[in-house]
C-alpha cells in the first residue's frame, strides 16, 4: 500500500508498454482519489483522468488502448486536505 501522508501530497509513478494493448489502471483502498494518467514522452500532457466515476467505490479506474512507450500515473487525494492509504496498478485487458 501507498499513503497519501500530507495534505496536497501527489504520488507520481511511471510504467512501459512494450505494444499496443487495452490497459486498466485503477486504484484501491479506503481513499477518495483521483487517477490521471501522462503520455509518453511528456509527463505533463494528460491522456485521461478518474475520480471514482469507473472505479469500485471510492476507487478511480482508467481504460484506454496505449501504444508502446512509457507513460505516468498520478494519484492524489480528491480532498485537498485529506490523506490516506492506497494502492495502484495497471493490468493489460486480455
Same mark, same amino acid.
Given at each position: $500500500?501507498?499513503? *497519501?501522508?500530507?495534505?496536497?501530497?501527489?504520488? &507520481? @509513478?511511471?510504467?512501459?508498454?512494450?505494444?499496443?494493448?487495452?490497459? =486498466? $489502471?485503477?486504484?484501491?483502498?479506503?481513499?477518495? !482519489? %483521483?487517477?490521471?494518467?501522462?503520455?509518453?514522452?511528456?509527463?505533463?500532457?494528460? *491522456?485521461? +483522468?478518474? #475520480?471514482? #466515476?469507473?472505479?469500485?467505490?471510492?476507487?478511480?479506474? =482508467? %481504460?484506454?488502448? *496505449?501504444?508502446?512507450?512509457? @507513460? +505516468? *500515473?498520478?494519484?492524489?487525494?480528491?480532498?485537498?486536505?485529506? !490523506?490516506?492509504? @492506497?494502492?495502484?496498478?495497471? &493490468? =493489460?485487458?486480455?
Amino acid at each position: $500500500m501507498a499513503d *497519501l501522508a500530507a495534505s496536497g501530497e501527489v504520488d &507520481t @509513478y511511471h510504467f512501459q508498454v512494450a505494444s499496443a494493448a487495452t490497459h =486498466i $489502471m485503477t486504484t484501491e483502498g479506503p481513499s477518495d !482519489t %483521483v487517477l490521471t494518467s501522462h503520455r509518453p514522452a511528456d509527463p505533463g500532457a494528460v *491522456l485521461a +483522468w478518474d #475520480d471514482d #466515476d469507473r472505479g469500485r467505490a471510492a476507487n478511480a479506474s =482508467i %481504460v484506454r488502448k *496505449l501504444q508502446p512507450g512509457e @507513460y +505516468w *500515473l498520478s494519484v492524489r487525494h480528491k480532498d485537498g486536505n485529506a !490523506t490516506g492509504a @492506497y494502492s495502484v496498478g495497471v &493490468t =493489460i485487458r486480455g
